[in-house]
């Protein structure tokens, strides 16, 4: 499968413990996103890369989320001392470089549970 | 805001009439996509309209954008249960900005 890929699927922690999450793009797309979907929402954007150069961050991104793209492939998303209100699908999406009409793909998403 | 917002939040047909979601926004585009999610995954994307364009089709769907009423509407004719989805747009600015920005979705039901 080429498609992107996210990993864990799921997640159950407690509240207080710390969570990573990693998305594996399709290999030519230069671009990778992080968005965040609640129920009955739609997703909101959190951040955004070019290769490995991290361009953009949403006001939704504490301090407590920190997003990687060290080699420019594979991303990580650690959020920190989790809370309950981080219970969401955290959705990845990667496209070729940047072009008006870029599509996104996305992978299946990582659902948080915090208890 | 950027967001677009659709209209309608829900909406139950019976299998084989037509669905009509529409999506309203506030702010100049660069281009306006149509998204699917079934219940639990992934988005996928559907068609993409730009700014310049009136309408656009893909198989059963059909797009059509009105920028000087910034709203653009998703017609999916001969519906299936298979369409059984949530409905999203997207927008993007027309800034140099690369992100879009998803509406809250139209969850439509596929009646049989």
């Known amino acids: 499968d080429t498609g992107v890929s996210q990993d864990p699927r799921h997640k159950i922690t407690k509240r207080g413990q710390n969570v990573t999450f990693r998305c594996d793009p399709i290999?030519?797309?230069?671009?990778l996103y992080w968005y965040r979907q609640t129920l009955g929402q739609g997703p909101e954007f959190l951040t955004y890369f070019q290769n490995e150069a991290q361009l953009e961050k949403s006001r939704l991104l504490s301090d407590r989320f920190s997003a990687e793209r060290p080699k420019g492939s594979f991303s990580t998303l650690e959020i920190q001392r989790t809370e309950q209100g981080d219970s969401a699908m955290y959705l990845c999406?990667?496209?070729?470089?940047?072009?008006?009409?870029?599509?996104?793909?996305f992978g299946p998403g990582t659902r948080l549970t915090v208890l | 805001s950027q967001q677009g917002e659709e209209d309608p939040q829900a909406l139950s047909i019976q299998e084989g009439e037509n669905a009509t979601m529409n999506c309203s926004y506030k702010t100049s585009i660069n281009n306006l996509q149509w998204y699917r999610q079934n219940s639990g995954r992934g988005l996928v994307h559907l068609i993409l309209?730009?700014?310049?364009?009136r309408e656009k089709h893909s198989g059963r769907l059909r797009v059509t954008l009105d920028t000087s009423k910034k709203s653009s509407s998703l017609l999916i004719t001969a519906s299936r249960a298979a369409d059984t989805a949530s409905y999203f747009c997207?927008?993007?600015?027309?800034?140099?900005?690369?992100?879009?920005?998803f509406g809250k979705g139209t969850r439509l039901h596929i009646l049989p």
């Open positions: 290999s030519e797309h230069n671009r």
């Open positions: 309209i730009r700014s310049n364009e």
């Open positions: 997207a927008i993007r600015g027309s800034n140099r900005d690369d992100k879009i920005i």
């Open positions: 999406a990667s496209s070729r470089t940047s072009g008006s009409d870029n599509e996104q793909f």
